[in-house]
């Protein structure tokens, strides 16, 4: 069985916090308060989900801990690697967004040659990451070649190939047919058990959430803070036991009874 603790042996992924973070979007309409007094912790090495309904600012949380979008008050911190400097992390989005002119194993080696690896090594890891997500004979196809499933796998292999001490991942299988989901999800599982990555996934699936969780984050409605921290057990996190069942059909009512959070008075969008 492979897992992605090849390229991380030994070490453990950065700790992440996130505290009290709050952010507005002006627009035209008006301000959009996405997120308000928003805290969570992230133990170093483990897998979160953040989970919670659609427009509840999940992404706007992820992207500001990938620095993608501005702090605006609160704070974020990520624990520094061993030797000092800042962790590095890769973002995986719900749609690939691969080099059409590229082959799978280019589209992989792009992001090492930015990081100047040398040729040899992009290579030698672009075939190693291929084969861990189970895409070994793609590596010369196109993206037009590949399934919407396939693809994601290149986007996944794209980021695992970069080494990354933490993986933030942005509802990566929500484009996917459900059979394909479900292989995926026990892929990712798999790939991350025991690389010593820190994992932040966003979902507005519960059942996704919870078998993929070592910790479940669960968001109010928007603006978006966490109300309820999870934390399954194994047997909870067995999709086929009772215990699922019952630990998503209450995080279901978690979600259907969260009301949005205080700082909506005065919004106008
Ligand atoms: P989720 O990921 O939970 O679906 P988002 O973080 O994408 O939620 O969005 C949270 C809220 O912020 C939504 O109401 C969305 O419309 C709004 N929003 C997101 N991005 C922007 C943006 N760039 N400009 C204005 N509003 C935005």
Not at 116 to 142: C, K, Q, T, W
Not at 188 to 196: V, Y
Not at 222 to 244: K, M, N
Request: hydrophobic share 40%.
């Amino acid at each position: 069985m492979k897992n992605a603790s090849e390229g991380n042996a030994g070490k453990a992924g950065p700790e992440i916090r996130v505290e009290e973070v709050s952010l507005r979007y002006e627009t035209r309409g008006g301000v959009v308060e996405a997120l308000a007094d928003c805290s969570l912790t992230v133990p170093g090495g483990s897998f979160a989900c953040l989970v919670g309904p659609s427009g509840c600012g999940k992404s706007t949380l992820l992207d500001v801990v990938a620095g993608l979008a501005p702090l605006q008050d609160g704070r974020i911190g990520i624990d520094k690697r061993p030797d000092g400097g800042p962790a590095r992390l890769a973002v995986v989005f719900q749609k690939p967004a691969l080099f059409p002119w590229k082959t799978v194993e280019g589209n992989i080696v792009f992001g090492l040659e930015t990081q100047g690896i040398p040729r040899a090594e992009r290579r030698e890891r672009a075939r190693r990451y291929i084969d861990l997500v189970g895409l070994n004979g793609f590596e010369n196809a196109y993206p037009h070649e590949l399934s919407g499933g396939m693809a994601q796998r290149v986007g996944i292999a794209r980021a695992l190939a970069l080494q990354p001490d933490a993986l933030l991942m942005d509802e990566p299988f929500a484009a996917v047919d459900a059979q394909t989901r479900a292989l995926l999800q026990e892929e990712l599982r798999r790939i991350t058990a025991h690389s010593g990555m820190t994992v932040l996934f966003v979902t507005h699936d519960v059942s996704e959430a919870v078998y993929l969780g070592d910790t479940v984050f669960v968001m109010s409605k928007r603006p978006g803070r966490i109300i309820r921290t999870v934390s399954p057990s194994a047997e909870q996190r067995d999709r086929s036991s009772g215990a699922f069942a019952r630990i998503t059909s209450e995080i279901f009512d978690l979600l259907a009874h969260s009301a949005p959070s205080k700082a909506t008075h005065g919004e106008s969008a």
